[in-house]
Structure formats: C-alpha cells, structure tokens
Nanobody
Framework: QVTLVESGGGLVQPGGSLELSCVAS????????MGWYRQAPGEQRELVAT???????VLADSVKGRFTISRDNAKNTVYLQMNDLKTEDTALYFC???????????????WGPGIQVTVSS
C-alpha cells in the first residue's frame, strides 16, 4: 500500500506564491516518476508537471516560467513551487506517483486525495 499526502495549499492573491509538497509512504521498491495534476471545477484533470528520478521534467505550457517541480528522492517527496499565480491556476491539485512495488513489477499510478489552491483577490 502506498499513501500520498499533500500539503501547502491555500488561498493566495494573484501574483503570489505557494509551495506544494507531497510525501509518499508505504512499502515499495522505487518511484520512477512523481508529479502534480490539477482539476478545476467542471474541467478534466490535467497535467501540471512531472519529474522522473533521473531528473527528466515535463511542464504544462500554461505554467512554464512560473512553476518549478523538484523532488527529494531520499525523502520520497515532490515539491511544486508556484510563482506569479493567476486566477486560472485555481484548482484541486493532486499529487501523482508512478510506484514500483517490487523490482520485478511495472510501475502503477497512485494519487493523493488532492489539495485546494485558490487564487483570488
């Protein structure tokens, strides 16, 4: 069983900053990829950013230049630094981790419960 716990969300004014954190815990062999998705009301869940263990990064075009993803492999933690936040960044943000339970198994998608980020004046 793998558990993902997000923290750091909240209410911020446009132009402000927030940092999200997500810690993975449980029994597993490795986490090849960690990242963040988000879902606004009435919208589909969309990719924000992912980062592999070998530092390969994918960022949505809408957040390039404003958001930075990083991870601490020793702590099984992924971070999302969000700067210059806009009202359109308002959404429920989900932590994502592709987890290999054992060395012989393929990675399986895991999701956190989500954390709210609201950008409003």
């Amino acid at each position: 069983q793998v558990t993902l716990v997000e923290s750091g969300g909240g209410l911020v004014q446009p132009g402000g900053s927030l940092e999200l954190s997500c810690v993975a815990s449980g029994n597993f062999f490795s986490i090849p990829t960690m990242g963040w998705y988000r879902q606004a009301p009435g919208e589909q869940r969309e990719l924000v950013a992912t980062l592999t263990k070998s530092s390969s990064t994918v960022l949505a075009d809408s957040v390039k230049g404003r958001f930075t993803i990083s991870r601490d492999n020793a702590k099984n933690t992924v971070y999302l630094q969000m700067n210059d936040l806009k009202t359109e960044d308002t959404a429920l943000y989900f932590c994502y981790a592709a987890v290999r339970r054992t060395m012989l198994r393929n990675a399986v998608d895991n999701w956190g419960p989500g954390i709210q980020v609201t950008v409003s004046s």
